[in-house]
């Protein structure tokens, strides 16, 4: 059975689809075999790979999973079965249920919050959800990553510092704000496999320490430990 990644945000633009596709390509260049599950309807996983060229397609699996239906639980169970890994992106909002049924049956949640206060303030809910997904998903692993990010900020400290208080595991990496990130969607590509745009290379370092550090997450028992202590 592969490992069942989500990444979840109630909030908007935050950055779900643009890591949930850069750690797809770290995945995949590490030899795992990925699928992507699109589970929100905005359907922006599946225009990124459709944007790819034919010639040069995405080195991962790009598929819709059916939002709203109950089973998208087993449906994700099903892909797991099949792949190495199965990253899922989900909608911004978590009250039309999609997102709490795809929490309950992922190995690990990553959850892309923006440096800036008013972001922290609007993932109370996610959260609450993280809280309440956490007493019947109990191996589940939950951590959020400061995305789009100027990490020299002081903003960004203070905000890492009210993260890290949270009962919520905060990433030691930051996606930073590079334009390399848009244009490679834009060439319906990963930062794995652009060439030639400025700050592909930090981009392609900072996305592998996500993984290494999501892969360390996954490996962890300390997590589940605690919770189960109570
Ligand atoms: N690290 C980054 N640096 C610069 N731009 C970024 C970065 N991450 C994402 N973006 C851009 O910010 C916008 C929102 O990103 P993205 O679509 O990944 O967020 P999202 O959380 O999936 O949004 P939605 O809630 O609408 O699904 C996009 O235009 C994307 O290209
Ligand atoms: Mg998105």
Not at 90 to 114: E, F, H
Not at 166 to 171: C, I, T
Request: net charge negative.
């Amino acid at each position: 059975m592969g490992l069942v990644i989500a990444v979840a945000n109630q909030k908007g633009g935050v950055g779900k689809t643009t890591t949930t596709m850069n750690l797809a390509g770290a995945f995949s260049a590490s030899g795992y075999r990925v699928f992507v599950a699109d589970a929100d309807g905005q359907q922006s996983c599946m225009s990124w790979a459709a944007t790819a060229d034919p010639e040069k397609p995405l080195p991962f699996r790009v598929g819709a999973v059916r939002k709203l239906e109950k089973n998208i639980g087993n449906e994700i169970g099903r892909l797991a079965d099949d792949y190495d890994v199965v990253l899922v992106d989900c909608p911004p909002n978590i009250d039309d249920l999609t997102t709490g049924r795809v929490l309950a049956v992922a190995d690990a949640t990553i959850v892309p919050t923006n440096a800036s206060p008013l972001d922290l303030w609007s993932s109370e809910g996610m959260m609450a959800l993280i809280e309440r997904t956490r007493l019947h998903n109990k191996a589940g692993k939950f951590a959020i990553l400061v995305s789009k990010t100027n990490a020299k900020t002081v903003l960004h400290k203070q905000m890492s510092e009210v993260l890290r208080e949270s009962n919520v595991l905060l990433l030691r990496t930051a996606i930073r704000q590079r334009e390399v990130y848009p244009q490679a969607a834009a060439l319906g590509r990963t930062v794995f496999d652009v060439r030639g745009i400025r700050g592909v290379k930090p981009a392609k370092e900072e996305i592998n320490a996500l993984f290494d550090e999501l892969v360390e997450l996954l490996n962890s028992e300390e997590e589940a430990a605690e919770v189960s202590h109570g």
